[in-house]
């Protein structure tokens, strides 16, 4: 299996413009999660998904963030418009229970 | 609510010696599940070990063993024989038994010296 797969792998954007990142799960994994890291708060969990309905999404920050699954092997995370503050690295996760494994994550750079 | 704490910011150890790293968790869920990932410098999560609320021993990945005191509410990741692969930063994770909302401690930084 190739694990969870995420594009691009960095990004650089100026503010203002629109950012979509994207992930394809492992296969089978029910749960799918977004995840940021930054120096300061850490590992936040933004919004999951199970069976592609959206769980929870009281991670997200502001209604600039937006989140979609829409079939099992394919979601994106929007940001519209992009800050200097949105930098940081988006993790994607999948999950069948139990274990959950991470993409290799997008480093996001707003400038 | 879940809150996992790890209080070691830091920590040096030698190669082949054994490290023991802190976690403590604070949650209201009758059942819940215990995660500790490893992110070297190179920035990826990799799954090391998962330990269950209600499994009766503790659990054992290779040379990962997790030393889990359900009453202490702790769940200590011990590194046998360390090598200079470990080097990196370990968070501990924590997850409700109906699944998802995986939160992580601040981490642990790892480095093995020769």
């Known amino acids: 299996d190739a694990g969870v797969i995420q594009s691009p792998r960095h990004e650089v954007t100026e503010m203002g413009q629109e950012v979509t990142l994207r992930c394809k799960p492992i296969?089978?994994?029910?749960?799918l999660f977004w995840y940021r890291q930054t120096m300061m708060r850490g590992l936040e969990l933004l919004i999951y998904?199970?069976?592609?309905?959206?769980?929870?999404d009281s991670g997200m920050p502001e209604d600039r963030f937006s989140a979609k699954m829409p079939n099992a092997s394919f979601s994106t995370l929007k940001i519209q418009p992009s800050e200097p503050r949105d930098s940081a690295v988006y993790f994607c996760?999948?999950?069948?229970?139990?274990?959950?494994?991470f993409g290799p994550g997008t480093r996001l750079t707003v400038l | 609510a879940q809150k996992i704490t790890q209080t070691q910011p830091g920590m040096f150890v030698q190669e082949k010696e054994a490290v023991t790293l802190d976690c403590t968790y604070d949650?209201?869920?009758?059942?819940?599940?215990l995660f500790w990932y490893k992110q070297p410098s190179s920035g990826e999560m990799i799954f090391l070990i998962y330990?269950?609320?209600?499994?009766?021993q503790n659990a054992t990945e290779g040379r990962y063993s997790l030393n889990f005191q359900k009453a202490r509410k702790s769940a200590n990741l011990v590194i046998s024989a360390s090598q200079l692969g470990d080097s990196a930063m370990y968070f501990c994770?924590?997850?409700?038994?109906?699944?998802?909302?995986?939160?992580f401690g601040a981490g642990t930084q790892v480095v093995v010296t020769p």
């Open positions: 996760a999948s999950s069948p229970r139990d274990r959950v494994f």
């Open positions: 296969s089978g994994h029910d749960y």
């Open positions: 998904f199970n069976n592609n309905v959206p769980i929870d």
């Open positions: 949650t209201s869920d009758p059942s819940y599940g």
């Open positions: 330990q269950g609320s209600y499994d009766q």
């Open positions: 994770a924590i997850s409700p038994h109906s699944w998802g909302k995986l939160q």
